[in-house]
């Protein structure tokens, strides 16, 4: 089966976390405002090269730019 | 003499036998009919093992009602409508986003999702704003990414929530 989210280089994980996030901001207020709390992530990493801490970045952003460059490599 | 004795003895027994109906419906017959449920999300369990007679789901396969004794299989779903009817009749609907439905011999479903929630939580303005700003990424020019989330929240939240919500 061809899925649309396979077909633009997402993750079946992504594709979960971004139908979860358009359900938790389609509640009413005070639900919502209780279920969006569970939606955030705030994972940051660094990587480290020759015993120097390389820079500080969010995990959410660099799997996203990791997706997208799929995306492009898998269309070309 | 005895031996007489011992046949109307036992004549008597299975005329016994006859009139009275033979009563094969027991318990665990009558339970049978039921599935035993478990609706659970990463932070609630919506619904603990509990028995209902029919669960519809919008499998990606298309949408199956389960009962009881089901052929056990494992169903990704789509985002959408769940609807459970209930042992005492009534019917109670649950829009979940998207996750996996695994039905197990012996009539044992387990349902796992990211969010669910009931059809009444729903606010049909933020469906609409949520629609109309998914539209308006999904139309314009913003990277291949973005377009194509856009595109998933509109399809998950476009047919199943404005037919159920307004």
Redesign the interface.
């Known amino acids: ?1 061809a899925f ?2 396979k077909a ?3 993750t079946y994980n992504r ?15 005070g ?2 405002l209780q ?1 969006e709390r ?1 939606g955030e992530m705030d994972l940051r990493f660094a990587k480290w090269q020759n015993g120097k801490q390389g820079e500080n970045k969010s995990l959410g952003a660099a799997n ?1 730019d990791a ?2 460059e799929l ?2 490599q898998e269309a070309k | 003499m005895s031996a007489l004795r011992l046949s109307r003895a036992a004549l008597r027994a299975r005329t016994a036998a006859a009139l009275k109906p033979i009563q094969r419906r027991g318990y665990a017959e009558a339970v049978s009919d039921k599935i035993k449920l478990s609706l659970a999300l ?2 609630q369990a919506i619904y603990h093992s509990q028995d209902v007679v029919q669960v519809n789901l919008p499998a ?1 396969s298309g949408e199956m009602g389960i009962l009881a004794q089901h052929v056990p299989s494992i169903e990704q779903l789509k ?1 959408g409508l769940v609807e459970i009817i209930e042992e005492s009749g009534g019917n109670k609907q649950f ?1 979940l ?3 996996f439905a695994v039905v197990q011999p012996n009539s044992v479903l387990s349902i796992n999702a ?2 669910g ?1 009931p059809l009444e ?3 049909e303005e ?2 609409k704003s ?1 629609i109309s700003e ?1 539209q308006k990424i999904a139309s314009g020019s913003g ?3 973005d377009i ?2 856009a ?3 509109l ?3 476009k047919p199943p ?1 404005r037919g159920g919500v307004g």
């Open positions: 089966m649309a989210w633009a280089g997402l594709y979960l976390a971004i139908a979860a996030r358009v359900v938790r901001r389609s509640l009413k207020e639900p919502r279920a569970r996203a997706m997208a995306a492009t | 990463p932070h990606e985002p829009f986003s998207g996750g990211v969010e929630f939580e729903f606010s933020a469906v949520q998914a990277s291949e990414q194509a989330e595109k998933i929240e399809e998950v939240i929530l």
